[in-house]
């Protein structure tokens, strides 16, 4: 398996377990910028990862919906 494949099939793995975990309550998530541009660009085909990634603040917040597959910053840090 390619490494950024299974970068986001370990973090998705993650996530779920964690979803599952938090039984309907929001999920609140750190992690590293490269493994979350990785997972967003696997889990929502995000368009333009290298934009995503360059955008990153450090630190930074992101409201992911897994419904609607929409990523956006969730506040100015």
């Known amino acids: 398996m390619a490494p950024r494949a299974d970068v986001a099939e370990r973090f ?3 996530i779920n377990e964690q ?3 938090a039984g309907g ?3 609140a998530v750190a992690t590293h910028g490269m493994a ?3 997972w967003v660009k696997a ?3 995000l368009k333009d990862p290298g934009g995503f990634w ?3 603040r450090f630190p930074d ?3 992911v919906d897994l419904d609607s597959g929409t990523v956006e910053r969730a506040f100015a840090l």
């Open 25 to 27: 309550r929001p999920l």
């Open 36 to 38: 979350m541009t990785v």
């Open 12 to 14: 998705d793995a993650g």
């Open 43 to 45: 889990r929502l085909g």
């Open 61 to 63: 917040a992101h409201l």
């Open 19 to 21: 979803l599952v975990r």
């Open 54 to 56: 360059t955008n990153l």
